[in-house]
């Protein structure tokens, strides 16, 4: 016997709203994941492309040159670090603000910094 959905006034409503339901919660989670994949990817391609520095302890005197020339004002000789030569090293206050110019490592007369770009 064909089913006769006029028996029941909200049966043809209720099956087309959750009819639309299903496909719009299916497209809805379809881009939520494309977009939360889209939004993984950049964030980690920014942080393998991201520039930062290296200081090397071991060759840093703490002269403070490269703290004079860093456009971006991020670095500054370390207070809480004292080298085995007994000097304040070098270092990054803010790697994300880092531009990879090399003009740190260009100054440092002891070539103790390495730059990742
Ligand atoms: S590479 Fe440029 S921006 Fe980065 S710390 Fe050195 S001088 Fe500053
Ligand atoms: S210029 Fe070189 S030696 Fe001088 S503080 Fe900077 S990293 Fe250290």
Known sequence: MPYDTGECENSQETGEVTGVTISQTFMFSTHLSAILYQVCYHAKRREETMARIEVDEFFCKGCGLCTTVC????????????????????HSIDQSACTGCATCAVMCPDVAITVWR
């Open 71 to 90: 456009p971006k004002h991020i670095l500054e000789l370390n207070p809480e670090v004292i080298t085995d030569k007994g000097y304040h090293p070098a």
